[in-house]
């Protein structure tokens, strides 16, 4: 089974300034189709998890412009260009070119 | 607006079961597949199990092969979730989402499962 690792598990930022998320998978998830079905979540306490990236790079529908992902094969990156005070919590990645496997978490707190 | 709203939440003595469903609406349900993720009080989130809305078929994490069983009812656009012989690591919050194109796009609101004696 695919195992996903991400670093690191909790990242203090200062509001404005940008954050980064890396995550690795344990094997490539270029699908046999050609795609790499890489996704991203962010979590708030007491929410349900919120769909930010799919597919490495393409932001979901509402999905500001400051967050963006990139990567191939087995290294991934989340982005977030300035952070702002709502963008604190959980982020995920999750694979979906074998079942549906996320990384830990990563918690973004505000210094 | 996409939505999948779930069921209440739920108080069960360990060994006993649990059926957890999740309605959809603002889509045609059949169009995509439903998956299952639960999520223990301060871990992260852990992904169950997945089944095709269309053909029923369904695709187990084998953390959970024999104890968990994932159906639909598309008359009324609904998912389940039963998991049984509850133990209390299955203290949880258990969550659907629609599973399209490979990615987890809506989520339900979560249901609480508190296994106590």
């Known amino acids: 089974d695919i195992v996903m690792t991400q670093t690191p598990l909790s990242s203090p930022v200062t509001l404005g300034q940008p954050a980064s998320i890396s995550c690795r998978s344990s094997?490539?998830?270029?699908?046999?189709?050609?795609?790499?079905?890489l996704s991203w979540f962010h979590q708030r306490p007491g929410q349900p998890p919120r769909l930010l990236i799919y597919?490495?790079?393409n932001r979901f529908s509402g999905v500001p412009d400051r967050f963006s992902g990139s990567g191939a094969g087995t290294d991934f990156t989340l982005k977030i260009s300035r952070v702002e005070a709502e963008d604190v919590g959980v982020y995920y990645c999750?694979?979906?070119?074998?079942?549906?496997?996320f990384g830990q978490g990563t918690k973004l707190e505000i210094k | 607006q996409v939505q999948m709203v779930q069921s209440g939440a739920e108080v069960k003595k360990p060994g006993a079961s649990v059926k957890v469903s999740c309605k959809a609406s603002?889509?045609?349900?059949?169009?995509?597949?439903i998956s299952w993720v639960r999520q223990a009080p301060g871990q992260g989130l852990e992904w169950m199990g997945w089944?095709?809305?269309?053909?029923?078929?369904?695709n187990y994490a084998e953390k959970f092969q024999g104890r968990v069983t994932l159906t639909t009812e598309t008359s009324t656009s609904t998912a389940y979730m039963e998991l049984r012989s509850l133990r209390s690591d299955d203290t949880a919050v258990y969550y659907c989402?629609?599973?399209?194109?490979?990615?987890?796009?809506?989520w339900g609101q979560g249901t609480t499962v508190t296994v106590s004696s």
């Open positions: 094997q490539s998830l270029v699908h046999s189709n050609g795609n790499t079905y």
């Open positions: 603002g889509y045609t349900f059949t169009t995509n597949g």
């Open positions: 999750m694979e979906a070119t074998q079942f549906r496997t």
């Open positions: 597919q490495i790079s």
């Open positions: 989402a629609r599973d399209r194109e490979y990615t987890l796009d809506v």
């Open positions: 089944i095709s809305t269309r053909s029923g078929n369904t």
